[in-house]
């Protein structure tokens, strides 16, 4: 979700700087904003592995309605609109604009995805093939079984980088270098302590594993026919 809300906020910075307009996100508070005024809301609703609503831009409309409440929840936030930044602008042409840029990233970050997973497939499978014909099937199945353990052990890694990168964005945009720092302590210490615990967990399950094989296959005999 963190993601997918990135890639509309990046999609609306990316229109405005069409008409030159300077603009960027919030780390705490979705939506875009220009000079910390708010151009665009965010608001969406996932359900079932499919997305409601979406982004709304403020492009040309009455805006003293603002003015009598908390926008989003927060207090003396001001908003603004694209006309008041542009000059010549056109409602339904910003709109087909917004959708066809809009389409354009999600068809990118879609493929993205695709190739990434189907790649660490492909090696995975590879490199199965090699260690097999080289060192035969039990060494193969060996590596197989670690290589899903690996897996597990950098899965917590995934939603924190999705988390941090928009984070990360910002501060690299501002050149706050300690906040790089920050993020960079912070998620590596974060990534140490999930994976250690899982990596342990593993372990222990190799330990135990034996053990418990023989405990309830004792005495257990295949016969094979023939």
Not at 193 to 218: D, H, N, Q, R, Y
Request: hydrophobic letters at 45%; aromatic letters at 8%.
């Amino acid at each position: 979700v963190r993601q997918f809300i990135s890639l509309l906020e990046k999609t609306v910075i990316e229109l405005l700087a069409s008409y030159g307009i300077n603009s960027g996100a919030h780390p705490k508070r979705p939506g875009v904003y220009v000079q910390n005024r708010k151009i665009a809301s965010l608001g969406l609703r996932i359900r079932h592995g499919v997305c409601y609503h979406g982004v709304a831009l403020n492009v040309s409309m009455n805006l003293s309605p603002f003015s009598r409440i908390n926008p989003c929840g927060h207090e003396g936030l001001e908003v603004t609109q694209l006309s008041d930044l542009a000059s010549g602008v056109s409602t339904k042409e910003v709109g087909i604009d917004l959708a066809e840029r809009f389409k354009k990233e999600l068809i990118a970050v879609s493929l993205f995805g695709i190739l990434n997973n189907a790649g660490a497939t492909i090696v995975t499978a590879i490199d199965t093939i090699m260690v097999n014909e080289e060192l035969g099937e039990n060494q193969a199945g060996v590596y197989a079984t670690v290589a899903l353990f690996s897996t597990v052990i950098i899965a917590p890694s995934r939603p924190l980088i999705s988390i941090a990168t928009t984070f990360l964005a910002d501060a690299w945009k501002a050149n706050d270098l300690n906040k790089i720092k920050e993020l960079y302590t912070k998620s590596s210490i974060n990534q140490l302590l999930f994976g250690s615990l899982i990596f342990i967990g593993l372990i222990l399950i190799f330990l135990l594993m034996p053990p418990i094989v023989k405990f309830f296959f004792k005495g257990f005999k295949v016969k094979i026919a023939g």
